[in-house]
């Protein structure tokens, strides 16, 4: 993230990779300008349902010192926000963090759900699920809608959770159509000139599971639009999860960036090949 001048940033994003907390040796080619691509469909697709933050992702709108062919579709020239302190979770479905509480505790973010539910299995409805960093700094830290409200307020909690509700129920629905479900996701949201506007990423494959519809069975995971070849080859290792990391094989490499592509092409109807900067493709 970089000072652009006059309340502005540019964002850049990279081709590194994490894997359980862990950043690899290895780069994906071109990560950062598939995830770039998604979200800038998405800030303009959803543009009526919630303001953003993004004013452009072409290089000659950038300001001066920043016009690097290098940096041609992995980079957003936005307005800079004010963030929030909470990160704004909405499941459609139960799996990951939440599927583990259910199973100890019967819970979501501590509230009780119906008995008997499959892992993965659709929830009657999208829950907003907020979390905040923990004191560490390093890992989400789920809360409870009342402790969002302690932390920004009743009126922005409230406004955070329908905005986030009304964008994954819109996203949703699109990608459904088109073979994905969207399990879940994450919005980062902030203030820009006192309007609570989306900033960051969105609706893309490190914010949100993205799954196969034709490969959704509940009770099993589906597999994912993302860096789940990465951690399906870390997990056949004797790795403790904890730094240096192993080094990743070219093919597992190649199939996380065809994981993304696919992602994105079947979502904005484009060829990821024609997105500025693309290379070795």
Not at 40 to 47: I, Q, S
Not at 142 to 165: H, K, T
Not at 189 to 197: C, F, K, N, S, W
Request: glycine share 6%; with cysteine.
């Amino acid at each position: 993230m970089y000072d652009a001048g006059d309340g502005n940033l540019l964002i850049v994003a990279s081709d590194r990779l994490s894997a359980f907390d862990v950043v690899m040796n290895e780069q994906v080619p071109n990560k950062g300008r598939v995830l770039t691509a998604i979200s800038a469909f998405w800030f303009d697709h959803l543009a009526e349902i919630a303001p953003n933050h993004l004013i452009s992702t072409d290089i000659d709108d950038f300001p001066d010192g920043a016009k690097d062919p290098e940096l041609a579709g992995r980079s957003m020239y936005v307005h800079k926000a004010e963030m929030l302190p909470i990160e704004c979770i909405v499941r459609g479905y139960i799996t990951g963090s939440a599927w583990k509480e259910y199973s100890r505790s019967g819970t979501m973010h501590g509230t009780a759900l119906p008995e008997n539910l499959l892992e993965s299995e659709q929830l009657p409805e999208p829950v907003f699920t907020p979390s905040t960093k923990a004191e560490d700094g390093l890992h989400d830290e789920n809360i409870s809608f009342e402790q969002a409200v302690e932390l920004v307020g009743i009126d922005i909690a409230e406004q955070a959770r329908d905005l986030s509700i009304a964008l994954y129920k819109a996203g949703a629905e699109w990608a459904a159509e088109r073979g994905i479900i969207i399990a879940d996701t994450k919005f980062e949201l902030g203030m820009v000139d006192g309007e609570l506007v989306v900033a960051d990423e969105m609706l893309t494959p490190d914010s949100s599971r993205f799954w196969p519809a034709d490969q959704w069975v509940p009770g099993t995971t589906p597999p994912s639009f993302d860096k789940q070849p990465v951690r399906d080859f870390l997990d056949t290792l004797d790795w403790d999860k904890t730094p240096p990391p192993p080094t990743i094989p070219d093919e597992v490499i190649s199939a996380t960036i065809e994981r993304y592509t696919e992602g994105y092409e079947r979502i904005t109807g484009m060829t990821f090949a024609d997105w500025p900067g693309v290379t070795n493709r």
